[in-house]
């Protein structure tokens, strides 16, 4: 049971260029986040997503888009990588919207120079 | 809007020191606050918070909450250099199951 997992665990990307992260869980939860996490702000929501096919914006979506084509997966892509988008990137799982405990994979650190 | 304030934002203590970290919230229609410990990678969840005075434990940490002055603490006694690490509070935001975050408070324990 491997819980969340992310690929790719660091990336460099050069303004412009296009990458796909992709979260995949193991714990059969309906509910994926995508989170990207800077210094001194916390955690901020980027989209999420309540079951298979659904996707919805966070707090912070311009720049990126996602999609859940199987329960398992959510993928965050970013189409023109800028250097405003360093930062590291968290996915995150939850059995169901009322069970509010989020269960968190372990990152991925991009840099768009 | 919703937000989570936590402080302080960074403290260093020896082991053996006892640390209260605050996290203050003002949440639409509120239903929850959780903690996280964050070490070099992932959050991993420390407690869920939903009733006021009602004290949670862990081993060493315990957080209570208090509803009327929108506030939590979380307490961490006899630390240990395994503490160290950024401990984020967050709120699951107007009525929905969406966290928002508080900048978190860096804790480093010196041996």
């Known amino acids: 049971n491997a819980g969340v997992t992310q690929t790719p665990k660091f990336r460099v990307l050069k303004t412009g260029q296009s990458m796909t992260l992709l979260c995949a869980q193991d714990m059969n939860h309906e509910y994926m986040y995508w989170y990207r996490q800077d210094p001194g702000m916390g955690l901020r929501l980027i989209h999420y997503s309540v079951g298979e096919g659904t996707t919805a914006k966070g707090e912070v979506p311009d720049g990126y888009n996602v999609s859940r084509l199987k329960k398992q997966n959510f993928l965050l892509g970013l189409e023109s990588a800028a250097p405003s988008q360093t930062s590291v990137y968290f996915c995150?799982?939850?059995?169901?919207?009322?069970?509010?405990?989020?269960?968190f994979g372990p990152g991925t650190r991009l840099l768009v120079l | 809007e919703d937000k989570v304030v936590q402080s302080p934002l960074s403290l260093v203590v020896h082991e053996g020191d006892t640390v209260t970290l605050n996290c203050s919230y003002e949440v639409t229609n509120f239903r929850s606050l959780l903690w996280y410990k964050q070490e070099k990678k992932a959050p991993t969840f420390l407690f869920m918070l939903?009733?006021?005075?009602i004290e949670k434990k862990s081993g060493r940490l315990s957080s209570i909450l208090d509803k009327k002055e929108l506030f939590s603490i979380l307490n961490i006694t006899a630390t240990q250099t395994g503490d160290s690490a950024v401990y984020l509070c967050?709120?699951?935001?107007?009525?929905?199951?969406?966290?928002?975050f508080g900048s978190g408070t860096r804790l480093l324990v010196r041996p």
């Open positions: 939903t009733s006021s005075g």
């Open positions: 967050a709120a699951p935001m107007d009525s929905s199951y969406k966290l928002i």
């Open positions: 995150a799982s939850s059995r169901s919207g009322s069970e509010e405990t989020q269960y």
